[in-house]
């Protein structure tokens, strides 16, 4: 049985933070899908916004999972999290052939499934012993999964399995349908499954220690999801027009500039001190 | 023959490149404290050490470099589909995921020196400002070689998988050599030099680690310097010899017995290191002995 160490006072109740995870990202995935109505793709940065919401929500599970002290578990975490959230996903966007809008609500309940059974095998059947441990793990695999969801829907416009597995490539003038060409086949999944991999963990390995506070905490994870945001914009111009691209490397920019600054002023809040070219200040005196 | 000699050519390129961006990431890791010898850096201050050593907390290297890679790859591979220039894209992405790779060296930084405030360690903007310029250079030398050695294997060597997937799986076997290879001199050596070679890690030194320099105090951009000389080239050879023998073997072995020639080779090559690597053990241990005093001082592995 391990000891659980309160990792930082005060901040927003687990639980209130899992309600706006869960419907702030199904909510923006859901407007992802005014794409395919409206025949535009103008809408796809509301995927990143999903993958944003749910890594702020992540963060804070990966706290309450680590706070029984897995220090050098965060990693490992953020990697579980995204490793099982990649199947619930790749399942739920196959669920677009009964009807597309069951795909953000069918990847939560598959995710959660999935999850709770990893969580269950690490902690009774591994002997892990961490008391939130099977709740933690399925809210971290719904969490990947989001993730995966929502970046995919950023950089393609869509999340139906059909649209991400045929691309499109001119080749003589002539618009040619190509696997080798489209998210699946391309393999820019690998690249936004590292994305979320290491966004998921960054801000709570980041700012752990006996001074970590939630706000600052939460702040790094909207700043690491932002920094994403804005890579997977530039990525999407091999599947988006240039509008899109344009509308959604601009929103990104904006997003990350303001919780880049805001999170440096919170650091220099927490700081002990704020110094510049000072010699080493020996505690306890010269 | 012909077909042979220019796999062979192009395995000696890309086992160049290898060795080139070993080196450098093995430096870039040791600047910015990443990866198992951070443990001490993030330890010292709560033993009563504050210092000026940066703290790139970012992940393990393996996960952070299977970013970094993935990243310039998937950047360059979006570039190529709407027909950029292949070195054009792949400059492109090392430089975007230079970018990103900058970002979250800042903000680990600051992240956990903020959160150390109770042990009285200030932030110093200065290390800031001058470390991660540094880490930036060396991660993009890193990057860039790994990213044209996996477009190399790609294009010349016909590998069936894409860009993307080949940055991944070669960013994580690029920061497993440079943190398995080069973080001893920099965490075993380096960091502990007022203790004698050799002796170990005892608790009670944990967190004790060089401060200050030969003239003034010690910066990371030093490490570099110290790491750049022992760890860069043998983490460089690490993985300039596991990118030239995993090409090698497929290109010589591959057409025998269906491709199972190939990984026999492979399990040769590897009993053949196993040998060499225990007699090189072996004939450590016997020349240099153990380390002896009248307290025998246990080993202490700090947790990465």
Redesign the interface.
Known sequence: MSVKIEASEGGMPHDTMLGIGVVGALVCLYIVYLNSLMSTEVFAFFGGLAAVIALWWGTDSIKTLCSYGL??G??SA??ISLGSGVIAFLFASKLAGISPLLVPIGCIFIAAIIGAILGFISDKVLNMNIPVMTRMIAELTIVGSLTMLGFTAMVSGSFIFTDLIA?S?SFLGMEVTSY??SVI???????????G??AI???F????????SWD??QM?AL??GF?SML?VA?????FLSLFAVVISFAISVILWGWS?SE??K???R???????????????GE | MEEILFGIGISALAGALATVAGAAEDTESDIGSQGDPNSQVQLAPQMGYVHRIYNKAVSGEPPAYGLWVALAAGVAWALMAIQFNAILALVIGSAVAVFVQGVYATTAYLGRTASLAKFEQPVYIDILKSVTSVTMAHAFVAIFATVTMCFLMIEALGHPFPLPLMGIVWGIALGAAGSATGNPFYGKERQYQNYPFGAGLPISASGDIVRYAEAGERSSIDNGWFTSKGAGPASGICFGLIVFFELWRTILFEPFAAGWGAVIAGVVIIIVFMVIDRYVETWARNTYGPYNTEEAAPEEEAAA
């Not at chain 1, 390995?205 to 970590?212: Q, R, T, V």
Request: aromatic fraction near 8%.
């Open positions: 220090g050098t965060v990693p953020g990697m691309g490539v080798a060409a086949g391309g393999c820019v999944l690998a690249t936004i499954f590292m994305l991999a290491i963990q960054h801000p390995n980041a700012c752990l220690g006996p001074n970590e600052r905490t790094c700043e690491c920094l890579v530039i990525m999407s111009v091999a880049y999170y440096i919170l650091s220099k927490d700081a002990f001190a704020w110094l510049d070219s000072k010699p080493i200040r020996e505690v306890g």
